[in-house]
């Protein structure tokens, strides 16, 4: 991945975005663009225009942590868009995060992990990577995402989010988890630019799907820790659930989530049919934390 060209489009996105209102400037005759002039830009950050024209232009190497402060400060980046320009400018400076090339290529799980997993009943809970492969789950997880798994997703999130048709019954809400699946992906890009099975899987939905890579030039980054989320599923219906994702402290890169439901509700109730219905003979999905074939390079 071009680290400087993906520094220079996130800049002038996040400059784009926030017009001299925002910003506190007074606004004064025709304006071309809403967004803020490069010049306005190095005034809030005090840096000279010329040094930010070189910054724009994606030449993050050298620059201080200072600096890249006072930038996030300028451009009011939140937190997530702040850790996504220090991550560009540690590429930059030939420092991309070497402990998340990781090995083997075939991850497997801990038998503690896949314990934990297991004593987990009352929800879906998986291990996902940056990625979004779902590298391992509970009984219920794999119920849960079973169209992730069966068809052209292949145990991918995000390539199920734009490549399946069915993705878009799965989330009531498809435009919002698109936007998510995207920012999570850019995030990943950002910490690890050399992950070359990022580079294909980002290639792969830019050539088949125009709403992914039109979302991927919004050079949009976001944190996923907690939240509510809305699904359809198949064999049970609607569900409400809330989320709550946990780094992996012992598998850097990896993140722990889990989806509950409110107690008494009838989401809780659609969970538990499903998992009855995955603990049948005829419905057991295969052993939960054994996906093989997904690799964590």
């Known amino acids: 991945m071009d680290t400087r060209n993906e520094a220079r489009e996130f800049l002038m996105s996040r400059r784009a975005n926030l017009t001299p209102e925002q910003a506190g400037l007074p ?17 809030l950050a005090d840096v000279s225009p010329e040094y930010y024209a070189k910054i724009e232009r994606g030449h993050l190497a050298g620059v201080s942590d200072a600096v890249l402060e006072s930038l996030a400060r300028a451009l009011q980046l939140d937190d997530a868009e702040r850790e996504h320009l220090f991550d560009l400018a540690r590429a930059a400076n030939g420092a991309a995060r070497p402990v998340r090339r990781r ?40 119920a849960f995402y079973d169209e992730v798994f069966n068809g052209p997703g292949r145990g991918n999130l995000a390539r199920y989010c734009f490549l399946d ?57 976001r944190r996923h820790g907690s939240g509510t989320k809305r699904f359809h599923h198949h064999e049970v219906g609607d569900l409400t659930l809330t989320y709550e994702g946990l780094e992996l402290t012992a598998e850097p890169g990896l993140s722990f989530l889990i989806y509950t439901a409110g107690p008494g509700s009838p989401s809780q109730e659609r969970l538990q049919l499903l998992a009855s219905l995955a603990a049948t003979p005829t419905a057991r999905p295969p052993r939960p934390g054994r996906p093989t074939t997904i690799q964590d390079g």
């Open 27 to 43: 606004v004064s005759g025709h304006r071309r663009v809403a967004g803020l002039r490069r010049g306005e830009v190095a005034m």
């Open 103 to 142: 090995r083997p290529k075939k991850w497997e799980p801990r038998e503690s992990l896949v314990r934990a997993l297991d004593a987990i009943a009352l929800g879906p809970a998986f291990v996902r990577n940056g990625r979004m492969d779902v590298l391992a789950t509970n009984a219920l997880g794999r």
């Open 165 to 221: 048709e069915r993705a878009k019954v799965f989330y009531p809400q498809w435009e919002a988890a698109a936007d998510v699946t995207v920012s999570i992906l850019r995030t990943e890009a950002g910490r690890d630019p050399r992950d070359k099975h990022l580079h294909d899987l980002i290639g792969e939905l830019s050539t088949c799907s125009d709403e992914f890579r039109t979302r991927w030039g919004a050079h949009n980054v």
